[in-house]
């Protein structure tokens, strides 16, 4: 018999990645459905980062880092940061409510034009608050909606708990969707869809979109051109 061959512990994850904007501090990607942000897994997007981005020329340089959470059926837009420095500033601003976020997602039932979701989630206040962008009718579902979400906190799950919590689960949400109208097959209708800050190190207002994804088009094509 043959030994067993070495397994390489320097492999890399080859997977590439949609950059969205890129300098020396920090980075805006898109992150895909059906990949961790970070975690036990080799895939994820944390080890996909450095053979996507460029390394940064700055003394601090280290690996990048996601400085937030996507789910790992969420799609949209992820921020990372590329120095020790940069790391440190954008968890500070994240934990000092600095960065605003903006999500859209397919949600079921009839729903109120705008609201406001507060309730605790694993003990925690937490607050969402959404617009009602456009309705549709639905022989299943009876309506969908296309919703604009903008989470005030940052619990985990906290938007497709709050929407469940009010009886308008997102559509194709296994987790806290109605089980008669858990729709298959197509993933979660949740996407990150922009992200808006002051650079921590250049001060220059920023603010990044991610196109929607093409199932959102086909549900609500004229308010997602």
Do not use: C, W
């Not at 970070?38 to 895939?43: D, I």
């Not at 079921?108 to 507060?118: F, L, P, R, T």
């Not at 194709?172 to 197509?186: A, C």
């Amino acid at each position: 018999m043959f030994p067993p061959k070495e397994v390489d512990s320097r492999k890399k994850l080859i997977f590439p990645l949609k950059i969205i904007f890129e300098d020396d501090y920090l980075a805006v990607i898109h992150k895909p459905a059906g990949i961790l942000v970070s975690g036990n897994s080799f895939k994820t997007i944390a080890n996909v980062l450095p053979q996507n981005l460029q390394p940064s020329s700055l003394l601090d340089a280290t690996i990048p880092q996601p400085v937030h959470r996507l789910d790992y059926a969420t799609t949209g837009i992820l921020l990372a940061g590329k120095t020790s420095s940069s790391i440190r500033a954008l968890n500070k601003m994240f934990e000092d409510k600095k960065v605003e976020k903006t999500y859209y997602a397919v949600t079921i039932g009839e729903m109120d034009k705008n609201g406001v979701v507060a309730s605790d989630i694993d003990g925690k206040e937490s607050q969402s608050n959404y617009r009602l962008v456009e309705s549709i009718s639905s022989e299943r579902f009876g309506y969908l909606n296309l919703v604009e979400l903008n989470p005030i906190t940052g619990r985990r799950h906290q938007l497709r708990k709050h929407l469940s919590s009010i009886n308008h689960p997102i559509l194709g949400d296994k987790d806290y969707g109605i089980k008669p109208l858990i729709l298959k097959g197509k993933g979660l209708y949740l996407h990150a869809y922009t992200l808006k800050f002051t650079h921590p190190f250049t001060g220059k207002a920023l603010y990044f979109e991610d196109e929607l994804p093409s199932k959102f088009k086909k549900l609500f094509p004229s308010k997602t051109t």
